[in-house]
């Protein structure tokens, strides 16, 4: 089954803990993107890859890190986490643009302490 | 800042009612999705519009593109409860940023 895929679903942590999300995708897809999603703001993009080994910064890069070594995979990580990064996280995937529909994993709800 | 405001940001209707979302920018975009979202799930793709003037059905569902590439509507005839849901449009901005709108909550009630 054709799926993005993101680990944990549901993040509980303190400040400061580094922390990585997951997000893996089957469709050998080349555009991948990382989101935000806060009540009344929609969806924010925090980075964005066009293919291996690119990637770039979304509007709301500051505090997320991330790297596409592999083209299945790409993880968000959170170095050392604050309290204004609690949200709900979406990954998606395109087969090469961000034109092109977009694939959503299934979220992962983060809270930091 | 949004790039694309999108109004009215709820909506509450009765079953059979119609209604119409708008999202607006004052930027130009080469083509303007719409994706529905529900509850505990990720956004899905409902449309893509790419043509100036473009008008797109999908069921009970028209999607119009702005003459200009600037704006686009939703119109959902006829509502029903299963359109419920978190409606929101996206643009593509500069070398691959993708950008959303605040989205539009649509509420329906039988």
């Known amino acids: 089954e054709a799926q993005v895929t993101q680990n944990p679903r549901y993040l509980i942590t303190v400040t400061g803990k580094k922390l990585t999300v997951t997000c893996s995708q089957n469709m050998n897809h080349e555009y991948m993107s990382w989101y935000r999603q806060d009540p009344g703001l929609g969806l924010r993009q925090i980075y964005y890859?066009?293919?291996?080994?690119?990637?770039d910064k979304g509007d709301v890069p500051e505090g997320y890190k991330v790297s596409r070594k592999e083209k299945r995979n790409f993880p968000l990580i959170l170095e050392s986490p604050s309290p204004n990064q609690t949200s709900l996280y979406f990954c998606a995937s395109s087969l090469a643009t961000p034109t092109d529909t977009q694939y959503f994993g299934p979220g992962t709800r983060l809270t930091v302490l | 800042t949004q790039l694309l405001e999108q109004s009215p940001q709820f909506l509450s209707i009765q079953e059979g009612e119609n209604l119409t979302v708008y999202c607006n920018s004052s930027s130009v975009f080469s083509s303007l999705q719409w994706y529905r979202q529900e509850p505990g799930e990720g956004p899905v793709l409902l449309v893509t519009?790419?043509?100036?003037?473009e008008v797109k059905k999908l069921k009970r569902l028209t999607f119009q593109f702005g003459d200009a590439r600037k704006d686009s509507s939703l119109h959902i005839t006829a509502a029903q409860p299963g359109d419920t849901g978190l409606y929101l449009c996206a643009g593509a901005g500069s070398w691959g940023k993708l950008q959303f709108g605040a989205g539009t909550q649509v509420v329906v009630t039988p």
């Open positions: 890859s066009m293919n291996v080994e690119v990637t």
């Open positions: 519009v790419v043509t100036g003037g």
